[in-house]
């Protein structure tokens, strides 16, 4: 499939989730937990079910742009804490021109301008541990590129194929050694040919770390660095893959966590320092909490009173403290949501993309 027909399947599969809102049932691997995402029930009953935590808007942080294959819909992607303290994120669907990587200020609720150019399309940003500088992922182009945070040096790290294939590079993760983990966002359901790719601390030597996906998404490191968890977009399965003491292979998979997720999709994800697990199921407007042994404690609700399109993209808990927060587009532009997250940050806890 050529890279405009992966991005005009990507858009069609990502426009069907602004059509129809609604909750999405999850269950431990082999086990129903019989909660809905609302928890509504458990909230009116007292029970000890799944707590439900409200998200509350504090800035709109993007316009709404213009027309694009998603829509008219702004797309916020890839919320990660740099050493200044500051949030940067992109805005996936920015025009050129237009500021494409933003850095919000939580203190003072305002917006910079960090980069923009006229070809790129960003759907994930991290601060590498080795440099200190921010990744993006390129989805439109299928490069992984690097920069200052203060939007100078921009240079490509990694384009071309991988194991003959072109990647469509969605989030990024990193170790500690600053090797980077990206979930290739391809396939579907019947025809799995999304990979988790990784790449050594300067783009080179890019090997597929595990292959046969649909559409991969979300990519975390547990809190030891021991293992990633990655969502399945299109199946709505939270793997868990066990490393190899070099990170350079698998030794062990399974599907730890599910969800039935309708015409929504399991998109970013992000892991705190007790080792719970926040998925995005976009369309929903939710956020699922498991702990690591894969019982949902939670759900995080961004609420929508006025009835627009709601884009609850990716999610980020900032390190050393329980303040979380959430990228937000839609048709009435961008913005950022906060929580309080059932415990702390950790630093690249976050997968940082689409």
């Given at each position: ?14 426009s069907?989730?602004?059509v ?10 082999g ?8 928890s ?48 940067y ?49 390129d ?44 979930a ?30 649909s ?20 199946l709505?399965h ?9 990170h ?13 997720i ?11 320092a007790?080792?719970?697990v ?36 990716n999610?980020?808990?900032k ?11 839609g ?24």
């Amino acid at each position: 499939m050529t890279k405009n027909k992966r991005l005009l399947a990507f858009a069609a599969a990502f426009s069907m989730t602004l059509v129809i809102g609604g909750s999405a049932t999850t269950t431990a691997a082999g086990t129903t937990d019989g909660q809905s995402a609302d928890s509504a029930a458990d909230r009116g009953r007292g029970t000890s079910g799944p707590r439900e935590v409200r998200a509350t808007s504090i800035a709109q942080v993007a316009p709404l742009d213009p027309p694009t294959p998603f829509g008219q819909v702004t797309v916020l992607e890839g919320p990660a804490f740099g050493p200044d303290g500051r949030l940067y994120f992109v805005d996936l669907t920015a025009p050129a021109g237009q500021p494409k990587i933003l850095r919000f200020d939580p203190r003072t609720k305002t917006t910079r301008p960090v980069y923009t150019d006229a070809t790129s399309g960003f759907s994930s940003l991290q601060f590498s541990p080795v440099d200190g500088k921010i990744y993006v992922t390129d989805f439109h182009n299928g490069r992984i590129a690097r920069l200052d945070a203060d939007g100078t040096g921009f240079t490509t790290v990694f384009s071309g194929t991988v194991a003959g294939r072109p990647m469509v590079p969605d989030d990024i993760a990193f170790d500690t050694s600053g090797a980077m983990y990206v979930a290739d966002y391809q396939g579907s359901p019947w025809n799995r040919i999304g990979r988790v790719v990784r790449l050594d601390a300067d783009g080179g030597n890019p090997i597929v770390l595990q292959d046969g996906l649909s559409a991969p998404n979300g990519i975390s490191f547990t809190p030891d660095f021991s293992g990633l968890w990655v969502s399945e977009y299109s199946l709505g399965h939270e793997d868990h893959f066990t490393l190899a003491p070099d990170h350079k292979s698998v030794v062990e998979s399974r599907v730890a966590m599910t969800s039935d997720i309708g015409i929504h999709g399991f998109d970013s994800n992000s892991v705190d320092a007790a080792g719970n697990v926040y998925q995005v199921v976009i369309g929903s407007a939710n956020i699922l909490v498991w702990n690591k042994s894969g019982e949902r404690i939670g759900t995080i609700v961004v609420p929508n009173r006025s009835r627009e399109t709601q884009l609850v993209s990716n999610v980020v808990i900032k390190p050393g403290t329980t303040q979380g927060y959430i990228t937000v587009g839609g048709d009435t532009g961008g913005f950022i949501y906060e929580f309080r997250a059932f415990a702390q940050g950790i630093p690249q806890s976050n997968g940082g993309g689409a």
